[in-house]
């Protein structure tokens, strides 16, 4: 059976509204990966990510299957804290890197004490497709 | 403008996964795996819930940290965590991964434990 295709301008259900079918191209995530930063470095999970490499300690790079339209996109990071230590850990775009169309690279920063692996590195992108 | 109305979009050949053609027009994202599943913005002292999408409850567990309770489970504990805090002063982070449940971890950037207003929200894998 061929695969049905619909064009659409606007989505509507019966009771929660309606919706322009712009925010479903642009609202939904174009990428988003969680990891495991710590002992033996592998992906738990993904969208739109053909591989991860392992930098070093606190730093990682995932490259994406398609990329993005331009290195403009809006991009979030987080991992795991650690309630039973009074610390806190940063998560960002490296310091040394751009966003690319490509990839992105992630570091994680233990508060006063430089890079530190984290077991769980979650990384989300909003934005614009190729 | 063309409209379609319906309660349920279902892909044809796989029920969970339908396409959508990109903005440059040459590739397609997934539709279900670039929904966000869950989101929340929940009050500092962890009693309330301002707003939310796919949460049934909140539960205050001590200073600056939030345990928000799933409607509809993930699949499994895999998925990516979206965290932030209203406060500039504060980082926002999600502690722990459950298909149900998550905890929020708010600290001062002196590493403390201090309460903040937490949104968040999470991309993975719906049961």
Known sequence: MALGKIKADTLEHSTAGSLDTKFVVNGSAKVWSRWQGTDTFGINDSLNVTSGTDNGTGDYTMTFSSAMGNANYSFTTNTMNNTSTNKGFITGLDSGSTPQTGSFDTTIHQNETGLADRGYVSLQIMGDLA | ?127
Do not use: P
């Open chain 2, 1 to 127: 403008m063309s409209e379609v109305k319906t309660n349920k979009l279902t892909g044809t050949s796989t029920a969970g996964s339908i396409l959508v053609t990109g903005e440059g027009n040459s590739t397609t994202t997934n539709l279900q795996q670039g929904l966000a599943k869950v989101w929340a913005k929940c009050s500092a002292d962890g009693t309330s819930i301002t707003d939310s999408f796919n949460i049934t409850s909140l539960s205050d567990d001590g200073t600056a940290l939030q345990t928000l309770t799933i409607a509809n489970d993930m699949a499994n504990a895999n998925y990516s965590s979206l965290a932030t805090s209203i406060d500039s002063t504060c980082i926002l982070i999600a502690d722990s991964h459950a298909t149900g449940t998550y905890r929020l971890v708010s600290r001062n950037n002196a590493g403390t434990l201090t309460d903040s207003i937490t949104h968040s929200a999470l991309l993975g894998d719906l049961a």
